[in-house]
Nanobody, 124 residues
Framework: QVQLVESGGGLAQPGGSLRLSCAAS????????MGWFRQAPGKEREFLAV????????YYADSVKGRFTIARDNSKKAVYLQMNSLKPADTALYYC?????????????????WGQGTQVTVSS
């Protein structure tokens, strides 16, 4: 049974940092790309970043490029999202997701399993 469990969310001040973690189980983690998304109230789920199976390739949405960094540790079956220079507009529920196994991309339809999400609130 595939499980993805996010953690690390919370309250941060503008300009601050948070590091999100996603613990994976129930599948061969090292053979799938992984992604991070977020969803703010009343908005569609938004792609943030994707990382390849080996971790050698990453891709970011323009909205977070240069501020967020995705990484993975295949030995720990975990994927991370380091978020720096946080803005109030970053406030959302953050999800990690497992790629279906095709070409990893930016669309939610390319991912088949999702975590329950971790809340990030950026406010002074």
């Amino acid at each position: 049974q595939v499980q993805l469990v996010e953690s690390g969310g919370g309250l941060a001040q503008p300009g601050g940092s948070l590091r999100l973690s996603c613990a994976a189980s129930g599948f061969t983690f090292s053979t799938y790309a992984m992604g991070w998304f977020r969803q703010a109230p009343g908005k569609e789920r938004e792609f943030l970043a994707v990382i390849s199976m080996s971790g050698s390739t990453t891709y970011y949405a323009d909205s977070v490029k240069g501020r967020f960094t995705i990484a993975r540790d295949n030995s720990k079956k975990a994927v991370y999202l380091q978020m720096n220079s946080l803005k109030p507009a970053d406030t959302a529920l953050y999800y990690c997701a497992k790629d279906r196994g095709g070409a990893a991309g930016t669309s939610t339809t390319q991912y088949d399993y999702w975590g329950q999400g971790t809340q990030v609130t950026v406010s002074s």
